[in-house]
């Protein structure tokens, strides 16, 4: 049995069906096509599906579709406005916050809900924030450094 | 023999720089294997055992080809039939969605006639262990290398020092797993791959499935991370080319996170004793290693005894194990993070016993002049001086401590191809058959063709990953920019004077009266910009076929690292707060991707030392952390501070810097550890109840 959803993604409103035990991540990219969020893992341990909903960082592999009737999601293909990049995005580039990349998206949307809340962030802090999020080649130290880039260009 | 330009003449090369294809990865375009979906594509998937060995007698598929979106299920996968990991290929099944896959693989019932079996190295070695091939022992045949005379040369030494030591096996757990997705176009196959190989993927894959290479394409644009486990072409892939052939087509077929856990690779572990010996004066003279280990059901466990050090004298004895557990592959500087962490902690004994500071005895017995300085300028900038003097002397419950270890890599550079077109407009097109495995190959690419051409990197179109494209070798060994940055060097190099040519016969002028300038082109007193000089071309552009040649690159890096720790006698947690590296790679093409290299090789150094353990259930032979959940890597609390030193060796030309620096880090902690609390672990991972353990023994 299919349920109903009416879901609005980086701006868009989508109405679909959805078997209640797909997953937000699988609705995402195999219903939507928008496969920025990847799927690092099944157990919700390294934050490569990291994805807003109604602005809070969540892990979408540890949500079904039909849990997000009615409500709000950005990914990462939803930060860029007019072809510009979101300063994070710049961040990650500019300061090499990433190697293969795999891990890149979730990275920047755990870091985006914190520099939400907190705009001027130590560095412990956003090292806490992103504790849920693994880079396998491991680029924490870069990654850091994006996030202060981004911090830095908000505030300016 | 051909040279790179010098250093103060380069304008890319050598300077900080990002990678070209930083914004399609940090928007969500770039396209991982993962990520491909092609029309009409099926989700394939592969029931794996659950028992460790065994003999395949029924598989039952009825209830599996019931489910709604089912499309095709195999069970003729397995080559023999005859089980020996639990992570072994039963059956697989190819379906129109990723959640009627999941229900139909949970709907295969098997039934396997079970054997013995035996997961762990120690039990494995017993005789009375049940054997893991039914012809062979489980301890194979030693491999014994020796030099000198080392019965002798213990007698003459006035030291001598003795310990085990063990390293557990660490599995890849690259962020994306292992996968293709294949389609067939008639007789031919294309297998989008997150792999190291493109090329070597082509001709395994073929060799799986009996058919011609000639008919296999292999590419992959982005790939999710490999350090080693991706260097060959997967039994899956040749698994889901035959769903894809049954279906009718197109199959993305990923493993699960425990299959890639259990099935694709890991680091040995190892079982090390060594006895090492020296005179008063502080020269080692003599070594006496044996070691053990598993490969699974393969071999691979051996140590890089001696490492770096000069000992005239030694014997190292090594014995692979075969145990009921997932084959190893190839995992960044193998063998090597196992060696330092033995021999840079006997390094550090033999100094206690000497009264000698480890630095001293280091500079007394390394032969290699690079990392004589090295060793030098680590030790100044971690502030080895200010040590602790007596170990574990500290007053509080947290005890800091600094430690040291060395790097050693031999690799160089070798055969790889490349072709490059320049356009009527100005742009260079250049591919080449090698990968970008997150390095950042495909950066340099663009990097070293804009520098030889003197044209901005943006005009340069990098295209690699692509089986089509002319052949380089596997993304391993540390040898991809080494052989990729001369061939695309020698590539761009003919470029030019094809261009020189082509300009020199539409004005009538000799070939030599034609200057280049850094970015431009002078020629009968007047000036040429690039694309002034490219609208020379008219309908053909200009091709040309270049590869790898002498004198641009070198084998052979050295490298040290120091490394400061907290170790609360408390709770047994270390914190590793800051870690000094000292590395060459010869030519740096792009310090910023080189810098992010060695960080990465530390970072996953950090890992293997404190946290990467995979543990194998003794009774149901499965493993037991096959998820990021129980098999913990370091996260960004874990990351210490880190100084990277990049020493500077451009004449030597490019030496690849992927493994060197993962190779130290445990045994730099390790020391670190020892004069943190002045009780030494012989174990890693270093975890706190190890810490505990050992700090209780000390009491006792």
Known sequence: ?156 | MSSWKPLDKMTILSHYYPRIEGPEKVSGIARYTYDLQLPGMLYGGILTSNVAAGKIVKVDTTRAKQVPGVRVVLTDIHPTGTIRFAGEEIAAVAATTPQALEEALRNISVEIEKNAFVVSTEDAMKPTAPRVFADRENVRKPRVREEGDVEDAFRKADVVVEAEFRTATQVHACLEVHGSVVHWEGDELIIYDSTQAVHGVRKDVASFLDISPRKVRTVCVHMGGGFGSKLRGGRYTAIAAKLAKAANAPVKLMLTRRQDFESVGNRPDSIQKIKIGATKDGRLIAMDAVSYGSGGISGGARVRLPHVYKIPNWRYVHHDVYTNAGPARPFRAPGSPQAAFSMDQLMDMVAEKLNMDPLELRLKNDPNPTRQKEWRLGAQKIGWQNRNRKPGSDAGPVKRGIGMAASVWMTGGRDTKAMLRIYPDGHVEVRCGTQDIGTGTRTYVASVTAEELGIPLKKVIPLIGDSDYPYSGASGGSTTAPSVAPAIKNTADKAREALTELISDKLGVDADEIQWKNNSIRVQNKTLSWEEACAFIEDEPIEVHGKWTEGLSSAGVAGVQFAQVAVDTETGQIQVERVVAVHDCGLILNRLTTESQINGGIIQGISYALLEERWMDPTTGTMVNANFQNYKIVGSRETPEIEVILYDEAERGVIGIGEPPTIPTAGAIANAVYNAIGVRLFTLPMTPDRVLEALSQQRS
């Not at chain 1, 937000?24 to 599906?49: E, P």
């Not at chain 1, 579709?65 to 580039?93: C, K, M, S, Y």
């Not at chain 1, 999020?133 to 911090?151: E, F, L």
Request: hydrophobic share 35%.
């Open chain 1, 1 to 156: 049995m299919e349920v109903p959803i009416k879901v609005t993604v980086n701006g868009v409103l989508y109405e679909r069906e959805v078997e209640p035990r797909l997953l937000l991540v699988n609705f995402l990219r195999d219903v939507l096509d928008l496969t920025g969020t990847h799927v690092g893992c099944d157990t919700s341990s390294c934050g490569a599906c990291t994805v807003l909903l109604n602005g809070k960082a969540v892990k979408s592999c540890t949500i079904f579709a039909a849990q997000v009737d009615g409500a709000e999601i950005t990914t990462i293909e939803g930060l860029a406005r007019n072809g510009e990049l979101h300063p994070l995005q710049e961040g990650f580039w500019q300061e090499h916050g990433l190697q293969c990349g795999f891990c890149t998206p979730g990275m920047i949307m755990a870091a985006y809900q914190l520099l939400d809340e907190n705009p001027n962030p130590s560095e412990a802090e956003i090292r806490h924030a992103l504790e849920g999020n693994y880079c396998r080649c491991t680029g924490y130290h870069n990654i850091v450094k994006s996030v202060q880039y981004a911090a830095k260009k908000l505030n300016a």
